[in-house]
């Protein structure tokens, strides 16, 4: 990456930090090729930041002795799955939840093997960063490129180099500064990222959680108080509101006890998408394009006055409208896309071969709509980023843009602007696998 680019970019996260509580709770993933270190690197940060039970540590110990291994496997702390324990490897997403002084963190665990990219998509379409591992003998391969363009297709800004293993080269400051050099090449390609790049040994703890003064070469932070203090991601709050109708409930309030009434309204139950809701909003209805003012904002027997992204709530209006599962509540002033077509990328995630006109359920939202693919655009060749001739289907992990075709309209928005109404998953109507997920641009 241009240095000057680099520093600019640096200087900005620290700007926004500044004017950010950095107090607040910080989703990340670990993302890179099978071996990598994932799991180990989050079983030593749980360990090193004191995250750890008593009753687990004796576990993990136990069975890293039955092993006949001299240390400790960190990896048993995040592979519960007895597969996972059997193979050595990660193949569901494994969220941890741990905090310190500064702040929470929710660690999702990704799968590095080719087979389970499906799982990685998953973690990190709610990631505010992802650490991407290279192992120091290996460097950057293709599963490191691909995860690092999946990271930036699905909005993560936030990029961490960790150069795990760098014990086994000796801490060769050549070899991590080739690696470097190499990661910053290929992502300067993707657009503006900040990448925070670490050497690092997570089976001994070096760099980790506290800054090695061993490597005299190395002046930056160690992993853990990097991931403390940059800002976490608020842009939900900061975009128009959207709240997909879940349900259509009856709800009673008040028990009639000393002379209070109950009351009973019709309330449309759904989680807020993105920016506020207050009572006393007005809202416009999509699709029908009715607006109605709020009259009332609840969780149970609850009242709100005023309900934020990711609230799930139950919302009541002044007036009766026909509305229904799958419908939407906006910004009157600011509206999502109503559409029947939309171009997209999208990650085919099944063993499956996409088929050319065949029929597809969209799932968005609240909402599910018949659709075929009506283009396939190009494909991206992960290692070069190179957008070749479009291909007549699509295999496992390919990444295409496509136009699509819907039976009935949806409401989006761009997925730069919109992380929930501007992503879908691609269900197949006869398994009813999802076979693909997509982001709208």
């Known amino acids: 990456m241009n240095p000057l680019v680099h520093q600019a970019l640096h200087t900005e996260t620290i700007e926004l930090a500044q004017n950010q509580c950095l107090s607040g709770l910080l989703r990340f993933i670990t993302a890179g090729s099978v071996d990598d270190g994932k799991s180990t690197l989050i079983g030593r940060l749980l360990y ?107 909005g993560i800004r936030e990029l961490v180099l960790a150069v795990n293993k760098m014990d086994l080269v000796d801490w060769q400051p050549s070899i991590y500064r080739s690696i470097v050099d190499e990661f910053n090449a290929f992502v300067s390609q993707l657009g503006r990222h900040h990448v925070q790049a670490i050497p690092l040994s997570a089976l001994n703890g070096t760099n980790v959680a506290t800054h090695a003064e061993a490597i005299p070469w190395y002046d930056g932070p160690s992993l853990l108080e990097h991931l403390e203090s940059i800002p976490s991601r608020r842009d939900a709050d900061q975009t128009p509101m959207r709240l997909p109708v879940q349900r259509v409930v009856r709800v009673m309030m008040g028990n009639g006890a000393n002379g209070a009434t109950e009351k009973e309204f019709r309330g449309y139950q759904g989680t807020l998408a993105s920016g506020h809701l207050h009572v006393g909003d007005e809202v416009e209805v999509m699709p029908s394009g009715q607006r109605a003012r709020v009259t009332g904002l609840n969780i149970a027997e609850q009242a709100l006055q005023k309900a934020s992204a990711d609230r799930s709530v139950v919302v009541s209006l002044d007036r009766e409208i026909d509305i229904s599962r799958g419908d939407m509540l906006s910004d009157p002033i600011q509206l999502p896309r109503v559409t029947k077509g939309i171009t997209a990328d999208v990650c085919w995630l099944s063993e499956q071969p996409l088929q050319t006109h065949g029929k597809y359920l ?80």
């Open 48 to 154: 090193d930041t004191g995250n750890v039970a008593a009753d687990q540590l004796a576990s993990i110990q136990a069975t890293s002795q039955k092993r006949g291994l001299a240390a400790i496997d960190w990896s048993l702390l995040t592979d519960g799955l007895i597969a996972e324990r059997e193979q050595g490897i990660t193949i569901d997403v494994a969220y941890r939840y741990f905090s310190t002084a500064r702040r929470k963190f929710i660690i999702g665990d990704a799968p590095g093997h080719e087979q389970y990219t499906r799982n990685m998509v998953t973690a990190a379409s709610s990631a505010d960063l992802a650490i991407l591992l290279v192992d120091a003998r290996k460097g950057v391969i293709t599963q490191t490129r691909r995860h690092a363009y999946l990271a930036h297709l699905l």
């Open 362 to 441: 969209i799932k968005h939202t609240t909402r599910s709509v018949n659709a075929l693919f009506d283009d396939l655009i190009y494909r991206v060749d992960v290692n070069t980023l190179a957008h070749e001739a479009a291909p007549e289907s699509a295999v496992m992990n390919d990444i295409l843009r496509v136009k699509l075709k819907l039976q009935q309209p949806l409401f989006v928005d761009n997925y730069s602007d919109n992380r929930t109404t501007g992503s879908f998953i691609v269900i197949d109507p006869v398994s009813f696998h999802t076979v693909a997920a997509g982001v709208i641009i």
